[in-house]
């Protein structure tokens, strides 16, 4: 792990942006990060956590899977996902809302379940778990922010927090005692493992990984930064947790390429180079 977590880091240190990771192998349990702990704008991979909420209030019997959700006007003005593009007033189920806020990180859906939750039912979750980086701010994430805004004024989380709960997701799927921390069960804990390996926005983690990889994950972009977190796949077994997030990417770099294509493309390769190192077999 010490020589994975080298490799890696001098993949980071290759660029001007700053970029900090947790990365955790399933099989050794060993684990390492580089900034693990630092608290950097989470962008919408804050979604794990509210669909962990979320599931949380279904088991609690405070909301219900199959239940009708109308999709209100208030809720669609943001830039994410495709239900800002639709007529107000139609309804689906909490289950589908919950999908579309995964998988195309819909912040009209994000907005809604925020709401039926409430982000101090959020919060309190993520608190009673060990997630002590991670704070939910807004619903819908403000619009405008100017590339220099604090990093107190969005979202936060660490790259160690979401490594967490990622953990506490895939182990939830196997034991009950390990999803009543989460407030929920094993059958829910794998919904969210479905839904996030549902996941439609490929150009970070799996972009360079061998075509048909599983990778359960939630991607985020914010002014400045670009994410990915998630579990990696190697068939059925899942194989190892990354989670990266890229601070202080600048517009363009300096050879013209776009910023946030070069971040992209680093989160691809660390991803790729932690799939070489702990899924791809040593020839004898």
């Not at 939910?136 to 979202?155: C, Y």
């Not at 990354?242 to 776009?258: C, I, R």
Request: aromatic fraction near 4%; glycine fraction near 8%.
């Amino acid at each position: 792990m010490q020589t994975l977590g080298e490799r890696l880091n001098e993949l980071c240190e290759e660029q001007p942006f700053q970029t900090s990771w947790f990365l955790k192998d399933l099989r050794t349990r060993e684990t390492a990060h580089r900034r693990g702990d630092v608290i950097v704008p989470s962008a919408s991979t804050r979604k794990i956590a509210i669909l962990a909420a979320a599931l949380k209030a279904v088991h609690e019997g405070r909301l219900a899977l199959d239940q009708q959700v109308v999709i209100q006007e208030k809720y669609q003005h943001n830039n994410s996902g495709c239900f800002q593009h639709l007529q107000p007033g139609f309804s689906i189920q909490l289950r589908d809302v919950l999908t579309m806020m995964i998988i195309v990180s819909d912040n009209t859906c994000t907005g809604t379940v925020a709401d039926l939750v409430g982000l101090d039912e959020v919060n309190r979750l993520c608190g009673a778990v060990g997630m002590i980086g991670t704070a939910h701010r807004h619903g819908i994430p403000p619009a405008g922010l100017a590339r220099d805004h604090p990093v107190e004024s969005v979202n936060t989380t660490t790259p160690n927090d979401v490594g967490l709960l990622l953990d506490l997701l895939l182990e939830g799927t196997r034991e009950a005692s390990a999803a009543s921390r989460l407030g929920s069960t094993p059958s829910l804990c794998l919904l969210a493992l479905d839904i996030l390996s549902w996941q439609k926005l490929n150009n970070k983690l799996p972009s360079l990984l061998p075509e048909g990889t599983r990778v359960a994950h939630k991607t985020g972009t914010g002014a400045r930064n670009h994410n990915d977190a998630g579990i990696v796949y190697l068939g059925d077994e899942p194989r190892f947790i990354l989670a990266v997030y890229t601070e202080h990417v600048p517009e363009a770099m300096p050879d013209g390429m776009p910023g946030r294509a070069a971040a992209c493309h680093l989160i691809g390769r660390l991803c790729r180079t932690a799939y070489d190192a702990l899924c791809v077999p040593v020839p004898a």
